[in-house]
T-cell receptor, first 113, second 113 residues
């Protein structure tokens, strides 16, 4: 059974640009969550999508957005990139009946220069 | 090689010893408390969870203890092995928040041969 796949693994962007990250969840998982991981702030929840609807949203500015497609694949977008957006972005998928057991991808390392 | 009661950002133990990793949580309304392990270059991996109405749960070589009186969670790893070296995070989940996980600070566990 394939795990959670995130693409790309690494990205370098310039301030002011926008970026789109992709996540393919485990087959059968309808919940997809996104997290930002930085040395200073740790792991912070961005948002969760379930059946193409945003079910939860963390405390991030509107520059951070996401969506989920009918096949449960998800994308997140960050517009007008800032240096502080440099982080590891992690996607996690889970079964609707097992919210606590999230399966994480390896993440996308975003560097903003 | 144990730390009891106090969260430490790093913990170093000898192979074969028992390890105790601590976490203080903030939300008394959380329904589940969970432990995740993150190895270098990988996303977090689910270890074990405990429902808020329990005080102890055992898994394979791991035990989670929950003390709601002092809002304290601990993870005990028996016979620690080099493969246990990783960063360990505690997390909280509320059933009404879907798959949203609120992570605590991590503890870097180093197992010395």
């Amino acid at each position: 059974k394939a795990g959670v796949t995130q693409t790309p693994r690494y990205l370098i962007k310039t301030r002011g640009q926008q970026v789109t990250l992709s996540c393919s969840p485990i087959s059968g998982h309808r919940s997809v969550s996104w997290y930002q991981q930085t040395p200073g702030q740790g792991l912070q929840f961005l948002f969760e999508y379930f059946s193409e609807t945003q079910r939860n949203k963390g405390n991030f500015p509107g520059r951070f957005s996401g969506r989920q497609f009918s096949n449960s694949r998800s994308e997140m977008n960050v517009s007008t990139l800032e240096l502080g957006d440099s982080a590891l972005y992690l996607c996690a998928s889970s079964l609707a009946t097992r919210n606590t057991e999230a399966f994480f991808g390896q993440g996308t390392r975003l560097t903003v220069v | 090689g144990e730390s009891v009661g106090l969260h430490l950002p790093t913990l170093s133990v000898q192979e074969g010893d028992n390890s105790i990793i601590n976490c203080a949580y903030s939300n008394s309304a959380s329904d589940y408390f969970i432990w995740y392990k993150q190895e270098s270059g990988k996303g977090p991996q689910f270890i074990i969870d405990i429902r808020s109405n329990m005080d102890k749960r055992q898994g394979q070589r791991v035990t989670v203890l929950l003390n709601k009186t002092v809002k304290h969670l601990s993870l005990q790893i028996a016979a620690t092995q080099p493969g246990d070296s990783a960063v360990y995070f505690c997390a909280e989940n509320k059933e009404t928040s879907g798959s949203r996980l609120t992570f605590g600070e991590g503890t870097q566990l180093t197992v010395n041969p």
